[in-house]
């Protein structure tokens, strides 16, 4: 297990995964809210939830192995501190997001669903965020960031990095 | 005094720095003793010209834009407190703006008018006045309003929204529910999210006059996990509308019930058909279902479903307030009332249009759009989203309206227009439509899930100059198994792409030298 591994590891209890489970299992079609709920809690859905919730929703860990799959949104792996996803859509392939795509990869040294080496970038493919009269788009964690290019993009970086450290 | 500045808080606004101009406005307004009264309303639509910040002056807003927070001294010197407009930001009256004076804006009335969560605003310009009204009408009576509004479901695929409302108006009384389509995955579309992030008291009017009609007292908001700031701003305006006694329980002393819910999708593109929709809302893969029985009989738990995308139901509180024929003499044939058109990708003004049917494509790129950003000449126009056929120059003077794109194979589906210069390399696109399929196909039937991998495939070959003509046939026939085989219109129109680029733009499909 990597360093980072270990550590995401130690960011949930099962006890507190059971806790999200509780929160939402009652209402009626609660498999998505109880995802969200844990991957919003702990970045990720850990393996260890996995036979928690299939034992809450009387669901077999295949069925909501399943689930989970199925969803490009939900992972089972820890992301790095910051998520960027990059729109592949036709309105921002129309001016440019191919190129900045390229751009984004190199500039990380990562392909898509990759971290950083650094730990600090998760980058995700999106298929449209809804911006498509400003792109390139690209959503950094909550936020969108309009007309995006190569060299708003390292900035975008470089704050990011930054701001990490500081915060450390 | 005090001075009221609006700044937009819709996510393109913010993308493009709104909150940054916010701030400024507020600690320059500090700095120079003036009482401000920043509103965030929300976006105009007018999305080339954002951040937009207008000013409330007795003669009516004024517009700037676009503002960057650098732009803000600089504004304020020149008056903007005042309502000047000398300033080379200055755009005039916003309700002058050719692109806005030039709109039928019939469902988008309110939106960059209001600040999206108040009630009080949202009251002051008509709002819950059709829903005052339908309160004293049984359920027939709103079924047959928007009967006769004409009104066609404006997720894709047109059906009349009254028709639907009646199938499961006529099911025995028990639980029913209202599932409003808000998972958007068209590229070019944004029409719902500036519902829900601007007005979004007018989508829980519409899904409340819908449980009305129907007898439904419980509606849920399926919304993409891509839409973070729709999701925050549309929540807090239901936890709003309960505490104003909109929602709930005896609903402003009526008596009636509707309860309103909005659950987060997770990212899957086939989620947006309605059946699929349907299995993941219950909490399942989002696997799509053989029709019949049909939604509106056997939907959500096994129970009668209305399910209609945002702005079919925003549609509906005009219906009720100013009357179906209101609504109806908007149009053309058999397309009634306004189309919320959206102008996106390579655009000099990209944004919200809400015209009447009947409008020419030519007409909403150039006298809206102004042409493509780069300025160079435009080559092509996808319109329907990624389903949607590559439309060449031959085709922009067809009226938009669903009869007369259905009868050259296009769709107006969800009314985004993505525009391309000349640049575009269409065997790209060609490419781009079948590997979308093989990433967001539910892979429930073979002619989807894996002929979108053999398309690619097909289309790599033919790229790199292998056996042309044998490849070429081989695509085609790969996109005629597609259409004929597939149980939905994902496998089903995902060739219209491809088969619009092999008859228009044949030459991009063969080995090109670099
Ligand atoms: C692959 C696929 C994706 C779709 N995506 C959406 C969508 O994102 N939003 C939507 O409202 N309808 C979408 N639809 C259409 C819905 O199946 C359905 O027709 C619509 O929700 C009905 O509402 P309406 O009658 O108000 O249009 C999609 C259909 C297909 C086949
Ligand atoms: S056509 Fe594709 S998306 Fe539609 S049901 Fe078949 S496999 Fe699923
Ligand atoms: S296509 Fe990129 S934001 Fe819509």
Redesign the pocket.
Known sequence: MSQAAVQAAQDWTLEQIQQEIDAHRHRPGAMLPILHAIQDRFGYVPEAAVPLIAESMRQTRAEVHGIISFYHHFRTRPTGSHVVHVCRAEACQAVGARQLEAHIKERLGIDFHQTSADNEITLEPVYCLGNCACGPSVRVDDDVHGRVDADTFDRLVEQLTTTAVEVK | MSVTVYVPCDTTALAMGADAVADTTRQAANQRGVELNLVRNGSRGLFWLEPLVEVATPNGRLAYGPVKAADVDSLIDAGLFEGKTDHPLALGPTDDIPYLKNQQRLTFSRIGVTDPLSIDDYRAHRGFAGLEKALNLDGQAIVDAVKASGLRGRGGAAFPTGIKWQTVHDEPAGQKYIVCNADEGDSGTFADRLVMECDPYLLIEGMTLAGLAVGADQGYVYLRSEYPVAHRIFSEALARAYDAGYLGRDIRGSGRHFDLEVRLGAGAY?CG?ETSLLDSLEGKRG??RAKPPLPAIKGLFGKPTVVNNVLSLAAVPFILDQGAQAYADYGMGKSRGTLPLQLAGNVKRGGLVELAFGITLRELMEDFGGGTLTGRPLKAVQVGGPLGAYLPQSQWDTPIDYEAFAAFGGVVGHGGVVMFDDTVDMGEQARFAMEF?SVE?????T???IGAVRGVEVIDRLRAGENVETNRELLADLCDTMVDG???????MTPFPVQSVMKHFPDELTHRPT
């Not at chain 2, 196909?441 to 039937?445: N, T």
């Not at chain 2, 597939?486 to 089903?492: D, E, H, K, W």
Request: proline share 5%.
């Open positions: 086939i058909e696997m799509v399929c196909s539910c892979g429930k039937c002619p989807c899930r597939s149980l939905c219109a994902m496998g089903g």
